[in-house]
């Protein structure tokens, strides 16, 4: 079983940065897809980006591509999700999540465990 923690949301102005963070435990997730999700109110849930195990592949979603970078450092079991030039419609729950171990899509997941999020807030 793998439990997930987030860190780092916050209320922040249009144009600032957050640094999102998710430490994992349980056991490794060093060959486990991990993406971040977010759903705001009224709206689906997305995946903003993903990573592979290797860290070699990584997809970001269309609105957060050149403004979002995802990193994992598998020596530490964590996933981080920097986030520059914030807008308003950056806000969201985010969620930290990884993929069934046998997963080799990291966009199509499956994505069997989740953390309990993390509240991003961008005023204009």
């Known amino acids: 079983q793998v439990q997930l923690v987030e860190s780092g949301g916050g209320l922040v102005q249009a144009g600032d940065s957050l640094r999102l963070s998710c430490a994992a435990s349980?056991?490794?997730?060093?060959?486990?897809?991990m993406g971040w999700f977010r759903q705001a109110p009224g709206k689906e849930r997305e995946l903003v980006a993903g990573?592979?195990?290797?860290?070699?592949?990584?997809y970001y979603a269309e609105s957060v591509k050149g403004r979002f970078t995802i990193s994992r450092d598998n020596a530490r079991n964590t996933v981080v999700l920097q986030m520059n030039t914030l807008k308003p419609e950056d806000t969201a729950l985010y969620y930290c999540?990884?993929?069934?171990?046998?997963?080799?899509?990291?966009?199509?997941?499956?994505?069997?465990?989740w953390g309990q999020g993390t509240q991003v807030t961008v005023s204009s």
């Open positions: 349980g056991r490794s997730v060093s060959s486990n897809c």
């Open positions: 999540a990884a993929a069934n171990v046998r997963t080799w899509d990291c966009v199509a997941g499956p994505y069997d465990y």
């Open positions: 990573i592979s195990g290797s860290g070699r592949t990584r």
